[in-house]
């Protein structure tokens, strides 16, 4: 988004499908920007992104997750921020950065699974051998046979 008048459309489309926009801005330009969706005494982090590029001394991350946690935990009383699942690939850092910089912790639940016969013999199979696979879809059916079990 490159100007005010872009983040005000996109504010009234959100709100529309029940999403709050935040935004965090330098003069007229949005450096950072999040969407929230609340249910349940939930709150989703739809979605986050920061221009690094040009901004990052600003850490504008640092201050969007703030003022969202401040807002959503504290004057909501919302009891629970969930910024998504942890990718079977582990590409995302997000979880370790929220963990490290603003206290929150993991909340586990039980993953069910479930193969084709076939799957799961070749699975089971190559398990002993998964230090030697370099596939990262061979890997992430792996983790999930094992994290199942």
Not at 69 to 80: H, N
Not at 115 to 141: D, M, Q, T
Request: proline residues 1%; charged residues 25%.
């Amino acid at each position: 988004m490159k100007s005010f008048e872009s983040w005000a459309r996109g504010m009234r489309n959100a709100a529309e499908r029940g999403e709050e926009f935040w935004g965090v801005f330098y003069g007229d330009a949005i450096i950072a920007y999040g969407v929230a969706k609340v249910y349940d005494g939930i709150v989703d982090l739809v979605t986050w992104k920061c221009n690094y590029e040009k901004y990052k001394n600003f850490y504008p991350s640092y201050g969007l997750v703030y003022k969202m946690t401040e807002y959503y935990l504290g004057k909501q009383g919302i009891k629970y921020l969930n910024d998504g699942n942890r990718s079977f690939t582990e590409h995302s850092y997000v979880q370790d950065f929220l963990i490290k910089k603003f206290g929150y912790r993991k909340a586990f639940t039980k993953l069910n699974v479930y193969f084709k016969w076939w799957l799961k013999l070749v699975i089971i199979l190559i398990v002993p051998f998964e230090k030697c696979v370099k596939n990262k879809v061979a890997l992430s059916f792996i983790r999930m046979y094992k994290w199942s079990r």
